[in-house]
């Protein structure tokens, strides 16, 4: 069973500071299959990344992902108040789709 | 524009059962992969289950033989009908369309979640 970690849990920043979260897969996985979302309080998720680096719709280009095989990274390049929130890793392979347990990103 | 609208939660005893909608009112769900997604209280997001276009289903170890979903195209609506309930099933459930093509799997859209409390 394919399991993704992320880390850290918790990450306490101030705003206009540069945020760098990880995700290890427990297998490679593929890039094309790995997405990145934002979950505000009492929100639904929304996709950011997908293809391990392509930003979705509408998503600011502060956001960026990069990462292949087992080791992916989504990088806000300075925070805004709106950023903070809990950020999920997630992929797709073989017909089952997993999550990580998510990084909360709190204001310092 | 993908507009996803669910319904159907509530509260349940153990061993119940609970049928959750998810309408969508932006494009033709039959050409479309649909998955359910659950958030347990305080916790992180579990996929559920999928159903693709031509109908080809897939659920998660979890719920496996509990759950079933399900797709009607003349009403653009995907259900997921939930049997045996447990406590552990409690959770704020969201439908999502699956993106296709070479970025499979991501969850482009989603439903803005139908909570199921599962107690006695």
């Known amino acids: 069973e394919l399991v993704l970690t992320q880390s850290p849990g918790t990450l306490s920043l101030s705003p206009g500071e540069r945020a760098t979260l990880s995700c290890w897969a427990s297998?490679?996985?593929?890039?094309?299959?790995f997405a990145w979302y934002q979950q505000r309080p009492g929100q639904a998720p929304r996709l950011l990344i997908y293809g391990a680096s392509s930003r979705a719709t509408g998503i600011p280009d502060r956001f960026s992902g990069s990462g292949s095989g087992t080791d992916f990274t989504l990088t806000i390049s300075r925070l805004e108040p709106e950023d903070f929130a809990v950020y999920y890793c997630?992929?797709?392979?073989?017909?089952?789709?997993?999550f990580g347990q998510g990084t909360k990103v709190e204001i310092k | 524009e993908v507009l996803l609208v669910q319904s159907g939660g509530g509260l349940v005893q153990p061993g119940g059962s609970l049928r959750l909608s998810c309408a969508d009112s932006?494009?033709?769900?039959?050409?479309?992969?649909m998955a359910w997604v659950r958030q347990a209280p305080g916790k992180g997001l579990e996929w559920v289950s999928v159903i693709y276009s031509g109908g080809t289903t897939f659920y998660a170890d979890s719920v496996r033989g509990r759950i079933t979903i399900s797709r009607d195209t003349s009403t653009n609506t995907v259900y997921l009908q939930l049997s045996s309930l447990r406590v552990e099933d409690t959770a704020l459930y969201y439908c999502a369309t699956v993106g296709l093509g070479q970025y499979f799997g991501r969850f482009d859209s989603w439903g803005q979640g139908t909570l199921v409390t599962v107690s006695s």
């Open positions: 297998q490679s996985v593929s890039s094309n299959y």
């Open positions: 997630q992929q797709y392979d073989n017909s089952r789709w997993t």
């Open positions: 932006g494009f033709i769900l039959s050409s479309n992969y």
